[in-house]
């Protein structure tokens, strides 16, 4: 397992933008697979966006797809979540997570599959 510590949650009206960080210990950042998730309250936690650690390739939630995008700097041990025109359904907590299985493929949704995780960043879109 790896420490992974997420920040720039806030309070955001609706249509504006925040861009979440995610800083990961360990020397082999680079070959984890990372995602994000998030869960509202009374809700289940569920899949945001993933991106692999070999080709960089990304996936999104429909809910995100247009709006968000996930990127990581291998060089600085961090992965972001760049969230544009967000909506008060939008509103959670956020939760960056990683998948360190060597050489893991495939575009990962599924929470199941991650095995560490940070501690949460609260996002709350007003309307």
């Known amino acids: 397992q790896v420490q992974l510590v997420e920040s720039g949650g806030g309070l955001v009206q609706a249509g504006g933008s925040l861009r979440l960080s995610c800083a990961a210990s360990g020397r082999t950042f680079s070959t984890y697979a990372m995602g994000w998730f998030r869960q509202a309250p009374g809700k289940e936690r569920e899949f945001v966006a993933t991106i692999t650690w070999n080709i960089g390739r990304t996936y999104y939630a429909e809910s995100g797809k247009g709006r968000f995008t996930i990127s990581r700097d291998n060089a600085k041990n961090t992965v972001y979540l760049q969230m544009n025109a967000l909506k008060p359904e939008d509103t959670a907590v956020y939760y960056c997570?990683?998948?360190?299985?060597?050489?893991?493929?495939?575009?990962?949704?599924?929470?199941?599959?991650?095995?560490?995780w940070g501690q949460g960043t609260q996002v709350t879109v007003s309307s």
């Open positions: 997570a990683a998948d360190t299985t060597p050489g893991i493929t495939g575009v990962l949704t599924t929470s199941g599959t991650y095995d560490s």
